[in-house]
């Protein structure tokens, strides 16, 4: 049958954690109590270093542009392209998008930017309701990062061989993934804590290596290519910047 494996989903080795990013749709073809290589999900997706944290819920004001300051603290290392972000309105939780600039974004976009400042704090901003949805008074905002353990996370093969798969939840984390399991077919089981002691995983591969945030002097040198670039694919040096900008977390050159 077809199941669904919650995103943040971990597996542990010690004290080094490893966390899928997404829901993951399993597809079981094997009779019951039949072992099962399930090759599909290790060619498509990834494993990412770290255990995902929850942040203080945050109400929100209503103002235009509301920035929420997300600092976990001074020692804490956060992948920085594992942010989530919920909002509950009427009574409803739902994910909202991370966009690289509102002023992209329609008056009815869920979406939010988020920047690390000069202060190493982030600051994740929302619409005014021209570019981007804006906050209404009393809307609650819940904030999910994979907090990692930089290079004292990265493992060779076989580090996480045979090792079982846990579930992440919290009462709060429940809440949201029912109201977002609404739009998903019923045909897909959630494997809970009970199914997922049926799952282990197996590395092949040694992980990638960590690498800190932009220096102030890669700031200067990159910022200006991707603000001409106003996020356009044409030219080879667009193409450089975007991808260094999306996806300087999966190469390492």
């Known amino acids: 049958g077809l199941y669904t494996l919650p995103r943040y ?9 490893y966390s899928f990013n997404e829901d993951i749709v399993l597809a079981k073809n094997a009779a019951a109590g039949t072992a099962e290589n399930l090759t599909g999900v290790a060619e498509e997706k990834l494993l990412y270093q770290g255990r995902y944290r929850e942040y203080p819920v945050y109400t929100a004001s209503g103002n235009d542009e509301e920035i929420i300051f997300f600092a976990p603290g001074d020692n804490v290392v956060i992948d920085h392209f594992n942010i989530d972000v919920y909002v509950k309105h009427n009574d409803r939780w739902a994910q909202w998008n991370r966009v690289p600039s509102l002023y992209l974004e329609d008056a009815f976009s869920s979406a939010f930017e988020l920047r690390f400042n000069e202060n190493k704090r982030y600051e994740i901003k929302f619409g005014n ?3 981007g949805r804006k906050l209404s008074p009393g809307d609650k905002v819940a904030i999910y990062y994979l907090q990692s353990n930089g290079e004292r996370g990265e493992v060779g093969i076989g580090a996480i061989n045979n090792r079982r798969i846990i579930p992440f939840t919290t009462s709060q984390y429940n809440e949201i993934m029912e109201d977002l399991s ?10 809970d804590a009970t199914t997922a002691s049926l799952l282990s995983i197996s590395n092949t591969n040694n992980s990638t290596y960590y690498q800190t945030e932009e220096s102030v002097t890669d700031v200067r040198d990159n910022a200006p290519g991707i603000f001409r670039s106003q996020y356009r694919l044409i030219t080879a040096s667009d193409y450089s910047n975007y991808i260094k900008t999306n996806f300087a977390n999966l190469i390492h050159d």
């Not at 989903?9 to 954690?17: D, P």
């Not at 609404?182 to 494997?191: G, K, P």
């Open 9 to 17: 989903s971990y597996v542990e080795n010690g004290t080094k954690t």
């Open 129 to 131: 309701d021209i570019n």
């Open 182 to 191: 609404e739009d998903v077919s019923s045909a897909f089981a959630r494997i």
